[in-house]
């Protein structure tokens, strides 16, 4: 686990200092040129540092040199902790482990894969430009519209007009079939009532 101890956290960043010029100056080997020392990370019981690295390799001979790499740090990791050791001023010198860091190289995985889709948008946003529409340019049906529509309908199912030579009337709506059966019906069932007084 990583250290949350401020002193953890402290010898982490001595520790990365010591390392990535002790690279540079004391070990002589070529298989460590262009090595980059990401980052450290030690527990809280100073027990274990995690050394992450990554190199920037050649086109195409990126996993050869990587391993190489690997191989050069994992021959030079006594000599690695004895400096540190004597840098630091450590009583107990943390053990080191090297741990190849993918975050570079996914970085650069992600930054293809965005380019790739700027690219695309910008490709679709002029299509849009020069695009037309199928039909109408407003498809859909307003509530004003309807209004008109549905007033229109309503009057015109409740008046018809008759027109003759030269007059035009209006006429009542016709009764329907149900409310003249309804009415004669009412019609006999209702005595006659004379006021008349007899």
């Known amino acids: 686990m990583a250290g949350t101890n401020p002193r953890a956290v ?9 390392i990535a010029s002790s690279v540079e100056s004391h070990l002589h080997d070529s298989r460590l040129n262009g090595i980059t020392i990401t980052e450290v990370r030690v527990t809280n019981d100073l027990q274990i540092a995690n050394v992450y690295w990554t190199i920037l390799g050649h086109e195409g001979h990126q996993e ?32 080191l482990r090297f741990i190849y860091d993918e975050v570079p190289g996914e970085a650069t995985e992600i930054e293809d894969i965005l380019t790739v889709t700027r690219r695309r948008d910008a490709e679709l946003a002029q299509l849009r430009e020069n695009a037309t529409f199928a039909g109408e340019a407003d498809p859909y049906k307003h509530d004003d519209d309807e209004a008109d529509t549905a007033e229109a309908d309503a009057v015109e199912a409740d008046t018809t007009a008759v027109v003759d030579d030269d007059t035009t009337t209006v006429a009542e709506p016709t009764p329907s079939a149900a409310q003249t059966a309804s009415e004669v019906e009412e019609a006999e069932t209702t005595p006659d009532i004379n006021h008349d007084g007899e």
């Open 10 to 18: 402290r010898i982490a960043a001595l520790i990365q200092r010591v």
């Open 64 to 95: 050869g040199e990587r391993k190489r790499a690997q191989q050069a740090l994992h021959q030079a990791k006594g000599r690695l902790r004895t400096l540190v050791g004597s840098k630091a001023g450590l009583r107990l010198t943390p053990q």
